[in-house]
């Protein structure tokens, strides 16, 4: 885990904007959960900073930087489920974060482990998004807005100064018109999947073990067990009870409060 680093470097930088982005009548309450959220963490209690963070979280100072270091502050406590969710709102907010995508993997890893050490039965593709979910999400908003805009006046660049200096139509600028055209439709594809994709709301299973039922009673029959930090998609509702689907389309219904949103 790299959150020593970052949590002691960021307690001026990723504090003041926290700060800053509570306003005013909460930014002193926001300013010293965050203080003493990074103490507890430096002195090793774990349980300490997880209250701080979640203080700070629940003030209205969510950030990248905050969902990091409480994800890294469960991931030391123990708990595999919070601190996957956690690290999946810190690359919600920044996918371009190194720390975060790394430190989720490694706890993946160690919740899917657990879970065969509990003899859990392992579903095929449980945990695999699709492929374009995944390409869009390993890209930032900013990042495919840009990236579009970049193509897109690039494309109509190369035939506006065709058309003003009446040339031929050479290999060489037949080629960068079809590359740029091509990379506009390309980017343009992508921003229109992250639109569909912040549409779809997903969650984190959130305990070691959950018992995913064909109904929203816990009467109903277990379809199958969900393991902590898996993402599910979060597809109906009904008063406290969530219908979830896993990325290989199985479906059931778990208690809402054992998801946590992304």
Sequence with gaps: ?????????????????????????????????????????????YAGAVAAYEEVDRQGGASADVAYNLGDAYFRKGLLGPAIWAFERALAVDPGDDDARYNLDRARKLAARRAHERQEQQIDGEDKDPLWMRLVGGVSPAGETWM????????????????????????????????????????????AGRVTLDRIPF????????????????????????????????????????????????????????????
């Design 1 to 45: 885990m790299t959150a020593p680093r970052r949590a002691a470097a960021l307690a001026a930088i990723a504090g003041a904007a926290v700060v800053i982005a509570a306003g005013p009548a909460r930014a002193d309450r926001v300013d010293e959960a965050w203080r003493r959220g990074n103490e507890a963490y430096l002195r090793g209690d």
């Design 148 to 191: 579009f805009v970049a193509f897109y006046l690039a494309f109509f660049g190369v035939l506006i100064g065709r058309r003003w200096t009446r040339g031929d139509w050479s290999p060489a600028l037949v080629a960068g018109a079809v590359v740029l055209g091509v990379g506009a439709l390309l980017s343009g594809a992508l921003l």
């Design 203 to 262: 969650g984190v299973v959130l305990p070691d073990q959950v018992a995913v039922k064909d109904g929203a009673d816990v009467n109903y029959r277990t379809s199958f067990e969900a393991h902590a930090g898996l993402r599910v998609r979060i597809v109906d509702r009904d008063q406290d009870w969530l219908r979830v689907r896993l990325a290989n389309g199985l479906e059931g219904w778990v208690r809402g409060q054992d998801i946590g949103r992304i």
